[in-house]
């Protein structure tokens, strides 16, 4: 017979689950602050060793900074004449050397030497102020510590002629070596008021052994204590929760468990006394072990709380929604949310016919303002854009941004003299705001299109887009008024602006795929520091230069061009391989819409990459933000090109709401994080910790991580800190053309 367990009261089991939470709260502690104390010495030699770096870049730039001097001294014919002719040397340099603004001020003394390397002071009346002799076959600059203070001294040849043919004597100068660490950097990991120099009265220390010979403190990293306090309040956090949640189930022990036990086992003797009835159907009959029978019960409840479980998670996954529908980099509603209010309205509205008002608005010569001042000014352009529209609107008007420097607004039951209105006074609101806070010199200045519906049926979004884009362009033109409304006769010689020009050539590139120029990108793999693929990226000549995706794909997707670009795009990577342009090694990523996934023309031309996987790595880049109607299709096709040796990457992930669940329901390799996801990275608040949570997550759910957008080291430091398997950004390389591939392939980054 079996051996069976002794009962135990259920307080029994109570104390030693809340045992186990205390010991497991117990590691949790020792495990939070050992790496914690692990990370702040990491971060301390860190600091250090970037400190010295500090110096050392410092003491490259005073030397620069004296062969500047020298350069400029031998070009002035002053400096000349005394090496010729002495007599006056004592007066010009105590009254012209460093006066006549030729010199640096931030020179403490200097002077020149005859061939034998002589100070002129010496042969002329005047008191030195450098060494009296100099070797002149060795020059080195060195640092002595005279009368308390530590001074660097230069010495470079002095020649009459600019091709340095004619030696005619020497230059010395000389340095406040502290005063000059003060001025030329404000340091970031040197504490200044703690350097010292290990130097006795008199001695000499070579300039390159300067910085060894330095002591100093680092700085408090701010960050690292910052840091500290978040580890230690998180885990505080998690106790707290850990806490609560014993609490909530030790009530929910008592209230779910023992309480309907008692009542239960109180029932049953009843019945067995012929004192009571039963409670339910599933207790008719003699039951041999009655807790089971009680168990199953507690199922049966557990399983309504599976339910509310359930409505909570649909709950959540509205809020995820509502997110998406938000611009991560303005808090404005997006193109998404554009579109579906207008379907919303629609519907609302149905059968009852109403007039919309489209105005739409975008930043003046925006493209130059982003590439004279970077993208990170560009991005403060477009939220102080967002925050001035935004306050010249009504309360209930909502603004969406569709996409980079383009806004929209919605006005119902609006006629077009009070969008007028609106627009005057969103063109006052921008010019007021203070641009040049980001560092813009020019005035950022807006354009304003308006389109007028009297009957605003469900397919009329597109009309009244496109003139109200028309407007707007007309609202470009020199001499014209900032707001245009759209009238038929604008749209005769501004339809061709808009779009005749960059539609022709992208219809062209697809005909012939020779038509289209692709630049190649870098990824970097961040374990080996190496470049292991490139991303294809199109371009398509255009009448002013090359048009690139942002003014391409909307155009495919407006007329359901995507399967044909698709294969216009894979045709000319794929002659690009087959010709051996791309050298063997080098891998190539390629993106397919989602449209292209489930069409049988574009897997056709897939497969024609099969051969070339012998030679190359290939990556299958699917847009997270395109909309995959076919998933079940979309999957089968991407398990068969994963099966021939294609590696699948889901691309821009975080960038809409349906992130989890392509990234559940299709095969996938990488995963990409979206540009928006990763520059938070590089603040400081909860988005941050949760971007960082999520690639763990990831990462530990056994996917390798992309990380796009990399666009300084700290940034680039942090993801691989998060567990990132490769980067890709304009700090890591930029698009460039395939004639300048073969120079940077697979070349590594330091």
């Keep these: ?22 010991a497991a709260l117990a590691g949790l502690a020792a495990f939070v602050f050992q790496d914690t104390a692990r990370l702040k010495e990491q971060v301390a030699q860190s600091d250090q060793t970037l400190a010295h770096q500090e110096l050392e870049g410092v003491i490259a730039l005073l030397t620069q900074q004296a062969e500047s ?47 034998q390397g002589r100070n002129l002071a010496a042969v002329s009346p005047g008191k030195a102020g450098m060494p009296a002799q100099v070797v002149t076959q060795n020059m080195r600059p060195f640092l002595v510590r005279e009368n308390g203070n530590n001074y660097l001294y230069y010495f470079f040849p002095f020649y009459q002629n600019t091709d340095q043919t004619h030696l005619i004597g020497y230059v010395g100068f000389r340095f406040d070596f502290m005063r000059q660490l003060m001025q030329l950097r404000k340091f970031r990991y040197v504490d200044m008021a703690s350097v010292r120099v290990e130097a006795r009265e008199g001695e000499r220390i070579l300039l390159q052994d300067v910085v060894p010979a330095l002591q100093f403190r680092t700085t408090a990293n701010p960050e690292i204590r910052a840091l ?90 509205q809020e995820l929604w509502t997110l998406a529908h938000h611009d991560p980099l303005t808090g404005l509603f997006n193109r998404r949310a554009f579109d579906d209010d207008w379907r919303a ?21 925006f493209k130059a303002i982003n590439d004279t001042y970077g993208h990170q000014v560009g991005d403060q352009v477009i939220q102080g854009l967002a925050e001035s529209l935004h306050g010249a609107l009504r309360a209930d008007d909502r603004l969406y941004r569709l996409g980079g420097d383009e806004f929209a607004t919605i006005l119902f039951s609006a006629d077009i003299e009070r969008a007028r209105q609106v627009a005057e006074r969103c063109l006052e609101h921008v010019l007021r705001y203070d641009f ?140 690009d391989l087959a010709s051996g342009r791309v050298p063997a090694g080098a891998g190539v990523s390629l993106n397919v819409s989602g449209p292209g996934i489930v069409n ?57 709401y349906s992130s989890l669940g392509y990234l559940s329901s299709m095969p996938v390799d990488l995963v990409k994080f979206d540009i928006s996801l990763v520059r938070s990275l590089e603040e400081s608040g909860r988005q941050a910790v949760f971007v960082g949570d999520l690639a763990r997550m990831i990462k530990d759910a056994g996917y390798q991580l992309v990380a796009e957008g990399i666009e300084s080291e700290a940034l680039l430091q942090r993801v691989t800190a998060l567990g990132f398997s490769h980067a890709q950004g304009f700090h890591i390389g930029r698009p460039a053309p395939l004639a300048s591939l073969r120079t940077v392939s697979l070349r590594a980054v330091n």
């Design 436 to 575: 040049s806070a980001y560092g813009v010199k020019e005035p950022v200045r807006i354009s304003v299109g308006i389109a007028h519906l009297d009957d605003a049926t469900d397919d009329a979004l597109q009309q009244v887009h496109r003139q109200a884009d028309i407007a707007m362009y007309y609202a470009k033109r020199p001499g014209q008024s900032k707001i245009a409304i759209y009238s038929p006769e604008m749209g005769t010689g501004q339809e061709a602006l808009v779009s005749n020009a960059e539609t022709s050539a992208i219809y062209d590139a697809m005909a012939d795929p020779d038509r289209l120029e692709m630049h190649y990108q870098p990824v970097l793999a961040l374990s080996t520091s190496r470049i292991e693929y490139y991303e294809a990226l199109v371009r398509i000549p255009g009448e002013h230069g090359l048009i690139m995706p942002a003014s391409i794909f909307p155009v495919v997707e407006l007329r359901g061009l995507e399967c044909e670009f698709d294969l216009a795009v894979l045709e000319r990577v794929r002659r």
């Design 600 to 656: 049988a023309r574009v897997n056709e031309k897939l497969m024609q990459y099969v051969p070339l996987l012998s030679t190359h790595k290939l990556v299958l880049e699917v847009t997270e933000t395109a909309l995959i109607t076919q998933i079940a299709q979309a999957s089968a096709n991407l398990k068969r090109l994963r099966k021939q040796g294609f590696i699948i990457a889901l691309d821009d992930f975080g960038s809409g």
């Design 228 to 317: 500290e306090k978040l580890i230690i309040r998180s885990f505080y956090e998690i106790a707290i929760l850990i806490a609560a949640i014993s609490l909530l189930g030790y009530l929910a022990l008592i209230s779910f468990v023992i309480k309907p036990l008692r009542r239960l086992s109180g029932h049953i003797g009843a019945m067995g006394r012929g004192q009571g009835e039963l409670l339910d159907e599933s207790y008719r009959g003699a039951l041999a072990v009655t807790e089971l029978e009680n168990i199953r019960q507690s199922l049966n409840d557990y399983q309504q709380q599976l339910d509310d479980m359930h409505v909570s998670l649909v709950h959540k996954n």
């Design 345 to 365: 309205m629609h519907r609302a509205h149905r059968d009852v016919p109403f007039g919309v008002v489209l105005l739409l608005f975008d930043c003046d010569h």
């Design 1 to 22: 017979m079996r051996a069976r367990l002794s009962p135990r009261p259920i307080a029994h089991y109570a104390l030693l689950l809340l045992f186990v939470l205390v």
């Design 69 to 115: 001097a020298a350069q400029a001294l031998m070009q002035w014919d002053e400096a000349r004449q005394q090496l010729e002719n002495p007599v006056y040397y004592g007066y010009w340099r105590h009254s012209r050397a460093l006066t006549a603004g030729v010199l640096p001020e931030s020179l403490d003394a200097v002077d020149l030497y005859d061939l």
